[in-house]
Structure formats: structure tokens, C-alpha cells
């Protein structure tokens, strides 16, 4: 058999499986299977590059995967589902870092010849180096190595000549690439991406982390086409268009334009434009737990909050007692609760929680009316009713879960300060809404023994 034929036939396999393995992934019920399928496709492309011709340093081949599947299976085992964004951040910076060494090694070595593929290599080097950077800013945020966002003077300034001054070198670069130049075009483009990351905060990081996924992806695709590798240009086509796609969901979700994400990110400074009216009142888990045992219908927001106490799995067990009582529960969820795309999504069902009790915000608002009780477990700005009131505010007209709409309100939350984005919530100072303070772990815990003494 030819074995450029055999490398075809597999690449195309291949290129099916990546994409019937997304689609999978885009219901709960199916997700696994696909992550399966993707999984067995790059397994495949991987072994498929040894039958390549001229292809040489098997060892290091076998080295690099051994020790990169190593580490990777290792840190898999042993992550924290709260610690799921920060390796989901780091991992897509990974693949842009990758596709920008491709760029660097092929330039290095001569082997970038015509316009087009200089200009798709340069292209790929820029966005790979900013999608490298910024994805370990990301991670250095979400890991709490950095603790706040830092705002240049003049950041947006900064931001357009670092990138004005980065494309003029690429151009350079296409007319004549030489050491110097490459040089000094890795080291700007990598210095973009940190430039462009650090300063926004978590309130805007499952959009970022969209983001540059699909800056990882076009950069692939881009190197794959320099390297002639098909698999390469599949995969990354797949990864960049539903990246990009994503992201324009999240940003749809927040109601910002992505523009705004980047140059006006919503900080750790940001403050609503008027002052809140009222004061937050407090309630004990005995009442809290009696509101909700004697209740007919009980919506729980998770947030944030939930995943730093790790509470999922105490919420599926108040669940339980709950509807043992003859409760009806739903779990809402906003599209950018938590710090990546699907974050509440993900720790439900690694709590057990079926996919058939987990709504969308589209989904459940407009029943929010008739639940007697809204639970918001650690979630802040995506319950915030300024977005709906307030146009002095930096949420102003992003969709929220209408939790102070409900009969009544419970809040879990660990003090009294505003969350991540600074920004004060109304919800906390509502007439219908009580405040149950200390970490959602504890909390709930101590609410499921209520319900447990209550049920009899």
C-alpha cells in the first residue's frame, strides 16, 4: 500500500472523527462519547506522522510523547474540579505555544518558501505567541498567582502599537525573514499577549479563555498548512470556528461586544453607577432549611462560589432530601457562571446531578415568578439586578438569572464584599432575599441536617 495513500485515507478518519466528536460535545448526554471519539482521532494522527516519508528522530518522537502523555495523564488524575479552568487555560496555551515553535523551527531551519506560506507562518507565529502568553496569564489569575487585573496608563494605546508594531515585523518578516527580525517578532507577539490578558479580570476570563482557544486553533490550522500536514489544517479549522463561535455566544451572553472585553475589561474596580438601597439580612440554616423543605418549587443558581468550596456534591445530596419531601427542583444556569465556558456544567455532573434537572438561563427566567425559593450557592453578577436597571454600571444589559424575581431569595456567601468583579449586587439588599454567610460547603451542610430533622 502507498503509504502517502494510507496517510490520506487515516488523515480523513481522522478529520471525521474531530468533527463528529465536537458535535458530540455539544450535549451533556453525548459529551463523554465525543470526548472518546476526539481522543482515538489524535491517538491515530499521532501514530499515522511515523509512517510519514523523510521522517527521522524517532526517539525524541517517542521521548516527547512519553514524557508529555505522561505529565498530562498525571495531571489529569489529579486535578481538582475547581482547578479545571486554570488547566483548561494552560493546556489551549500549550497548542499555541506549539504551533508558534513550529514557526520559529520552520523559519530557523529555511524551509519557508512562497508568500503564501511565509504569510500563513507569520500569521500562525503572532497568533500562537498571544494565545501562548495569554493563556499563562489566564492561568496565573484563575491559580491565584496573580491577584488582581493590571491596568497600564494609556492601555488600549499600548495595546494597538505593540500590535501595529507586530504586524509591521511580520510583514518584514514575508519580504525577507532573517534572524534579527524573528527574533525580535516572537518576543513582541509574546509580549502582546500578556500586554492584552493582564488587566482583565475574572468577570470576563470564560470569554478570554474562549478566546484564545480559538486563537490556538487558527494557529494550528495556519502551521498545519506551512508543514503540508492535512490533519493539522482539519483540526485546527474545527478548534478556531467553534472557538470563535463560542466566544461570540459568551459575549452575547454578558451582552458585551468582544472588543469591549479586550479594551474595556471589567475589573476588580468597577463599581456599579448608583448606590444601593436597603440592607442585607441575615438567615440560619434552620430557617433557610425550612423555607426550602416547605417550599413547591426550589431553583438553585450555582456560582463561583460553589466550585471554591467544592459544595457540589453536599447540593445534590440537599437536592435529594428535598425532593424526598415532595420538592420540585431545577438547577439554572447562566452560559458564563465560573471562570470557562459549561464550568457549573461540569461540577453538577461530576456530583451526579442529571443533565434532565439542569436548565439554561433562556430556559427557566421566565418560571423564576412562580419558585418559592431562588438558592444562589456563591454566584454574584449573573444574579445582579443592576444589569437590568442600573445603565451607570459595567453589566448594564447583560442577561441574568432572575433570582430576585422568585417569592423568595437565599444567598450563600462567604462576607459581605462584592464579588469578583467589584461590582456591589443588589440582589443581596432585596426585600425577598435573605443572606446565609460562610463557605457553601459548610453551609449546606449544615442545611441538610435541618432538612434531615425536619423530614423526620
Known amino acids: ?11 480523513f478518519i481522522v478529520a471525521v472523527l474531530f468533527i463528529l466528536g465536537l458535535k458530540a460535545m455539544s450535549s451533556p448526554v453525548t459529551a463523554k462519547k465525543g470526548i472518546q471519539w476526539a481522543g482515538v482521532a489524535m491517538v491515530a494522527a499521532t501514530l499515522v506522522t511515523f509512517f510519514s516519508p523523510g521522517m527521522h528522530n524517532f526517539g525524541w ?7 508529555g502523555g505522561g505529565v498530562a495523564w498525571w495531571a489529569g488524575k489529579v486535578v481538582k474540579m475547581t482547578d479545571m479552568p486554570q488547566m483548561v487555560a494552560i493546556y489551549n496555551g500549550m497548542g499555541g505555544g506549539a ?8 523559519f ?19 497568533i500562537g ?7 499563562c496569564i489566564a492561568f496565573a489569575k484563575l491559580q491565584g498567582i496573580m491577584q488582581k487585573a493590571h491596568r497600564l496608563p494609556a492601555q488600549n494605546a499600548v495595546n494597538v502599537v505593540l500590535a501595529l508594531a507586530a504586524v509591521a515585523l511580520g510583514l518584514a518578516i514575508i519580504m525577507e525573514p532573517t534572524g534579527g527580525k524573528l527574533i525580535a517578532f516572537f518576543l513582541l507577539s509574546l509580549a502582546l499577549g500578556v500586554i492584552l490578558t493582564n488587566p482583565i479580570g475574572g468577570a470576563d476570563m470564560p470569554v478570554v479563555i474562549s478566546l484564545l482557544n480559538a486563537f490556538t486553533g487558527l494557529a494550528v490550522g495556519f502551521e498545519g498548512y506551512v508543514l503540508g500536514n492535512p490533519a493539522l489544517i482539519i483540526a ?9 463561535l463560542l466566544t461570540q455566544l459568551m459575549a452575547k451572553a454578558m451582552n458585551r461586544p468582544i472588543a469591549n472585553v479586550i479594551f474595556t475589561p471589567i475589573t476588580g474596580e468597577a463599581q456599579a453607577g448608583g448606590a444601593i438601597e436597603g440592607t442585607m439580612k441575615e438567615v440560619s440554616a434552620l430557617d433557610a432549611a425550612a423555607m426550602m423543605r ?3 418549587r426550589v431553583f438553585i443558581i450555582p456560582g463561583y462560589g460553589m466550585a471554591v468550596a467544592q459544595a457540589q456534591h453536599k447540593v445534590w445530596e440537599m437536592t435529594e432530601l428535598l425532593e424526598e419531601a415532595g420538592v420540585e427542583v431545577k438547577f439554572a444556569i447562566h452560559p458564563v457562571a465560573g471562570r470557562m465556558p459549561g464550568h457549573m456544567n461540569v461540577l453538577l455532573a461530576e456530583a451526579g446531578v442529571p443533565y434532565d434537572k439542569i436548565f439554561d438561563l433562556e430556559e427557566i427566567n421566565a418560571e423564576f415568578p412562580q419558585a418559592d425559593v431562588a438558592l444562589v450557592i456563591g454566584a454574584n453578577d449573573v444574579v445582579n439586578p443592576v444589569a437590568r436597571t442600573d445603565k451607570g454600571s459595567p453589566i448594564y444589559g447583560m442577561p441574568i438569572l432572575d433570582a430576585d424575581r422568585a417569592q423568595n431569595c437565599i444567598c450563600i456567601k462567604r462576607g459581605r464584599g462584592a464579588g469578583y468583579s467589584g461590582i456591589e449586587n443588589a440582589l443581596f439588599y432585596s426585600e425577598n432575599t435573605r443572606m446565609l454567610y460562610g463557605s457553601a460547603q459548610k453551609a449546606i451542610n449544615e442545611v441538610i441536617q435541618h432538612i434531615k430533622a425536619l423530614n423526620g
Request: avoid cysteine.
Open 236 to 244: 485546527g479549522i474545527v478548534v478556531g470556528a467553534s472557538g470563535t
Open 1 to 11: 500500500m502507498d503509504a502517502k495513500w494510507f496517510i490520506d485515507a487515516s488523515y
Open 61 to 67: 518522537m517517542i521521548a516527547a510523547i512519553v514524557i
Open 129 to 135: 505567541s498571544v494565545a501562548f502568553s495569554g493563556s
Open 108 to 126: 530557523a531551519r529555511g524551509h519557508v518558501h512562497g508568500v503564501t506560506a511565509t504569510t500563513l507562518a507569520v500569521l500562525g507565529a503572532l
Open 99 to 106: 504551533a508558534a515553535g513550529i514557526a520559529a523551527l520552520e
Open 294 to 296: 416547605y417550599a413547591q
